[in-house]
């Protein structure tokens, strides 16, 4: 099936994508209807606010993204940058530019995709805006949290001795994407061959359908801690680490030995020829959390499933670096991934 969008007209589509949509939290007093939504915290919660835009060619290839899967990453990605101020995410806004090239049938695979996210982590859509483009899609998400008062984590308190920590491991979206890349030829063409990712799932999962860390946010507060500094993996460990040592006025080792990868993220990284460090430390779209706890906390944040620890904090002299297995530093590079970087 294929509906041109001009059938249904801007508000016609607005209606039919948004229809169903029900409210679940507390916060959300008045949904989408009218010129604004309308929003109410209790007082001792802080409001965060962050937002993101993706677009076509440079965020994503519709040539191996469904678009089911990029309406559940475009939510998501935010979710993680509210839960990386150790919040909770609450509502968001839509906002989308269509070409000609889509049609209605396509972007209800894109709101399917962003309502499956937002039931599953109970945030409720509130507003956006449908405009048209000259040239492919463009997404912008905004997300609106809480936090507790005195419970919001920035980029800028990481302190000496303080110990590194991550969720999860890392660069396997990156490779899924290698991979994906790889098979971008075979996906376009003929539509009976199909490329064999068995054995590489977890890689296009975390490429694909990536998820925020919830959990760990609720696993630290389960534990009593708060971190002294957090920021969520999108641009690569590298990049996030330098940002937080940056704002903390602080300098950090981490060891190569102790950074989280997956096997397959190892096995195809040898497939490729890359340095599997490398990958791990500058892939981005991670998804996962890095952030700093006090030296105190040692003994319960080690007990928590699913973290690493992989290093810790010094003086700002002592610049950041990576510590290889044989005892080499090397300082860390903002290598990852930059939109705005000349290629
Ligand atoms: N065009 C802009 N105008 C004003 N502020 C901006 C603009 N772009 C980014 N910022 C602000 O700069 C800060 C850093 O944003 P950045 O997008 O680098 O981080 P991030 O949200 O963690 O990244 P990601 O988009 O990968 O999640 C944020 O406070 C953001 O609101
Ligand atoms: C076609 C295509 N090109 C590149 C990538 C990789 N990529 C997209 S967004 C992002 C990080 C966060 O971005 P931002 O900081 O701009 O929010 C990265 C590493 C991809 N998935 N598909
Ligand atoms: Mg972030």
Redesign the pocket.
């Given at each position: 099936m294929r509906t041109e969008i001009s059938t249904l007209g801007e508000f016609g589509l607005i209606a039919h994508l948004t229809k169903g949509i029900k409210l679940e939290n507390e916060s959300s007093k008045y949904g989408i209807g009218d010129d604004a939504a309308v929003l109410s915290y209790p007082s001792e919660k802080q409001i965060l606010v962050?937002?993101?835009l993706l677009m076509e060619g440079v965020h994503f290839d519709l040539t191996y993204v469904p678009l089911k899967h990029l309406g559940y990453k475009s939510a998501v990605?935010n979710f993680?940058?509210i839960y990386?101020m150790n919040g909770t995410p609450r509502q968001i806004t839509i906002s989308l530019a269509l070409s000609k090239r889509f049609c209605v049938e396509d972007i209800e695979e894109f709101y399917a995709g962003v309502r499956l996210a937002c039931q599953q982590y109970h945030v409720d859509i509130v507003g956006g805006d449908t405009s048209s483009s000259l040239t492919g899609l463009a997404i912008s998400i905004t997300c609106i949290g809480e936090a507790d008062k005195n419970k919001v984590v920035y980029r800028n308190g990481a302190k000496e001795t303080d110990l590194i920590c991550v969720s999860g491991d890392l660069g396997a979206a990156y490779m899924g994407l290698q991979l994906l890349e790889r098979e971008k030829t075979v996906l376009k063409g003929e539509k009976d061959i199909q490329p064999d990712f068995s054995g590489k799932e977890y890689l296009l999962e975390r490429q694909l359908k990536p998820e925020a860390r919830k959990d760990i946010i609720e696993k630290l507060a389960a534990a009593n801690i708060i971190p002294s500094s957090m920021?969520?993996i999108?641009?690569g460990l590298s990049s996030e680490l330098l940002h937080i040592c940056k704002q903390s006025n602080a300098g950090c080792r981490i060891y190569e030995e102790h950074i989280p990868i997956d096997y397959q993220t190892a096995v195809m990284a040898e497939e490729f020829n890359m340095n599997l460090t490398t990958c791990a430390m500058n892939g981005g779209e991670d998804y996962e959390l890095v952030f700093t706890v006090s030296i105190a906390d040692y003994d319960k944040v080690s007990q928590i499933e699913g973290i690493r620890l992989i290093g810790h904090i010094t003086k700002p002299e002592l610049g950041c670096a990576l510590v290889t297995r044989d005892g080499q530093e090397f300082e860390l590079r903002a290598q990852g991934w930059n939109a705005l970087r000349k290629k």
């Open positions: 962050t937002t993101d990605v993680s940058d990386a920021m969520d999108s641009d």
